[in-house]
């Protein structure tokens, strides 16, 4: 038995404008004759929706509308019935849809398997003109699974507060009554995970996370040839001490619990099911989604604690860190790093400007290493955001591997990153960490990986450490002076260029493309050097690098003292060869 509803306190909205006075309420109105005319069309292959909210959740099982045309537009010829309610569902549920195209004025008429439901959207998927109109709707509510329904709960309007008489078997009985009905099935799920929880009033976090429509994690690290690591996106949700959870996610999707511990600790990833998903987590730890989304993402928990995921402008630093309650890490996000900080050292080293200024300063220099990528020239932004770790012992520094990617694992010494200023930041040992991080063995043999990562490295030394320090082989340190003789930190990025645009046959030498590369582009005879300390080229190689001049001064005396007057003077010396030549050639 189904009982119609009042539309007095229901009230009504559109994803499209009106047309005149033709509102999207006058549908509620009761009145046959007034109509709700949409002001536009909506996009071939696309949809329109009207909203409704009840005052209070229902349990609904019917639902009709009347539609016609409107000076010949409008008419709604096939449409879909969606639901929400603020217990089972992260996004839109659909429980109908039309079977038949229809062509005349009338009444369109929905009966469903019943829903539990505050929020309703009426989908037009095809409608005469794509316009739609509507002259009035009705709810039907059915009245017994409403009484189930009421069963679990004092209170349905605002917070849900379960009854104080509730008990397993009632439970256990309102679930054989409802077993048909998935959709309050669902519903009851939850109710007993809340009743088994010990907790009186649902309480839940959400998040919604937008998909990114331009590339995917693989298309940039492929593009930049650099290691792959995942996206990370905060769910805002932390788990205190092991404990079984709920999520509803309106998609698959993976998530991952990095645990508030002493080491890195990366443990399997959580793959959620469109739908409820019961999980037990087994330490306390913060939750990341991960990976690449193929649509928006909506996410609710039941069971979490309040998150402590710290982004520059979303964040206020004091209430921040008392949100902490005894909190023993904290993880920040910048716009290009997400790192796992002590919340006590923090405490102990910063004020607010200090600690947003050392936030800057990592993403600064972030920035500085995707410039060097050229980056801009193959992506509107950076996508990954990598992960800095800090545990609880001295050790030193380095690079762990996981299954998501690469991490820095800096130790208890978090000042190593959390620095005043880009010069005090990147000491050698940051720089060649990240130089490292970047170079994906992937695509580069070790060789030619290994000389890459040290002209990252070189790059950043020149810039930020000015000092020339020489590793005392060969084919390295010719390989460093050839930058220093550049006098660019734009070096890097045009040979990088090269190598994004160029795929090395099986039999190929890297060292010779390499080499010939490198004379390219400071238009000097680089064989020559390599030659010099004993090295061997194929003959197309040494042919293709002697149409460059050699060197005009000795390379060895470089310094990066000296290396802006070395490079003037070496043009000098090329100027004024090149003025002999050509006054030779005319006096001949």
Known sequence: MNNKIPNDSITASANLSHFGTNEVSLVLDGNLETVYASNGSYPTGSYGDIYFKLPQHRVLEKIDFYTSNLRG??????????????????????????????????????EFSPVFANEICIRVHGSNGRFITMNEISFYSSLMQELNMLTFF??????????????????????????????LYSVSEIVKYLFFSKMTTIKYNEVAIS???????????????????????SLGMFVKNSKNVIFISNSDCEIVCFEDRKDFHYNKTIKLARGINRVFIPKSGELFLIGDLNENIYIRGYGFNESSVFKMGESKFTQFLNLQNNRKNMFIEGKNFIANIDTNWIKNNFD?????????????????????????????KNIVKRLL??????????????????????????????????????????????AEEMVSNKFFSKELGDLLKLGFYKTFEFKYNKVLALT?????????????????????????????????????????????????????????????????????????????????????????????????RERELFNQYYLNRIQQEVTR
């Open 73 to 110: 537009w409008g008419l709604i010829q096939s449409f879909e019935i969606l639901y929400k309610n603020n217990i089972s569902t992260a996004d839109w549920n659909s429980v109908f849809r039309s079977s038949n195209w229809e062509t005349s004025e009338g009444l369109r008429i929905a």
């Open 154 to 183: 004092d209170e349905i309007n605002g917070d849900f507060i379960l009854s104080d008489f509730l008990t397993l078997a009632i439970i256990d009985e309102v679930q054989n009554d409802i077993k048909d009905f998935p959709e």
């Open 211 to 233: 998909k990114n429509n331009s590339i995917t994690i693989d298309e940039f690290c492929n593009t930049l040839k650099i290691v792959k690591t995942d996206k990370l996106n």
């Open 352 to 380: 607010e400007h200090r600690f947003l200024d050392a936030i800057i300063t990592i993403d600064a220099y972030y920035d500085y290493l995707y410039a060097i990528l050229d980056t801009p020239l193959y992506f509107d």
């Open 389 to 434: 770790w800090q545990g609880d012992s001295e050790e030193r520094v380095g690079i762990k591997n996981t299954d998501i990617g690469s991490i820095l694992n800096f130790g208890g010494d978090a000042s190593l990153f959390f620095k005043n200023g880009i010069h005090n930041f990147a000491t050698p040992l940051i720089c060649r960490l990240t």
């Open 472 to 568: 005392g082989e060969d084919k390295k340190d010719i390989f460093i002076k050839i930058m220093l003789y550049s006098n660019s930190d734009r070096f890097i990025t045009r040979l990088f260029r090269k190598y994004y645009t160029y795929e090395f046959s099986e039999n190929e030498n890297p060292l010779d493309k390499l080499t010939l590369w490198l004379s390219e582009l400071i238009c000097r005879n680089v064989a020559s050097l390599f030659i010099q300390k004993g090295y061997t080229f194929s003959q197309d190689t040494i042919n293709l690098c002697n149409k460059y001049p050699n060197l005009f001064l000795d390379i060895d005396n470089i310094t990066f003292e000296n290396h802006k007057e070395f490079f003037r």
